[in-house]
């Protein structure tokens, strides 16, 4: 993920994160005021004419009561067939959800979604520790810059001067347009070339320009990059360099 997905997900997790909290806050402040009572209770007080109202969710009966107004839920037998009988002799208000319609979304969501929350918090943690493995593990990857056939191309034409190295180099065009031919006679292309002199003397443009003569990518890296602190680290980025040559 790029930085911009990063920064999205990250606030849609603090906003659901808020979200959730909030409404664990709610369920716990209602469940405070809410007194949960047995069913026996709760038909003895309709009995005797204490309930005022009563919603009905499936097996579960919220109500309030007549003299102070104070609420309470218990959780009634499934099919129980004398409940709604008994409610409406004693003129009780009655209102029944069907916990298939309605508010179903918000009830399924509130079950799976801390789980779904939980789940993206997982995955989001184990993405950063593979990100900082990874970055880790390429440590000591070499920081090279690769320059393909299609950019700007620097040949023999762009350099002046140094026409004797220029010559010596033309072997190793050769070589590489036409490794084949070389092979098949056993020769080998030499392990390198060095190029020596002073900052500024065209040895970056030089050596762009065989890649450029033999029709080859070109990678490029400063001689700082190979410098660590760390022991190892700078043979490291060279070996891995050749590597990706």
Known sequence: MN???KTVVFWLVIVLSAFLLWQVMKAGSAGQKDTEVTFSKFLTDVDQGNVKEVTITGQEVRGKYRNDNSA????APSNYPDMIKTLRDKDVSMTVRDITSGSWPLQLLGTWAPLILLAALWFFMIRQMQT???KALSF???RARLLSMQQKKVTFKDVAGVDEAKEELKEIIEFLREAQ???KLGGRIPKGVL???PPGTGKTLLARAV????????FSISGSDFVEMFVGVGASRVRDLFEQG
């Open 132 to 134: 900082g493995g990874n």
């Open 140 to 142: 000591g990857k070499s």
């Open 211 to 218: 890649a450029g003569e033999a029709n080859v990518p070109f």
């Open 3 to 5: 930085s911009t997905v």
């Open 72 to 75: 309470f839920h218990t959780t």
């Open 181 to 183: 031919k070389f092979q």
């Open 195 to 197: 190029l020596v002199g």
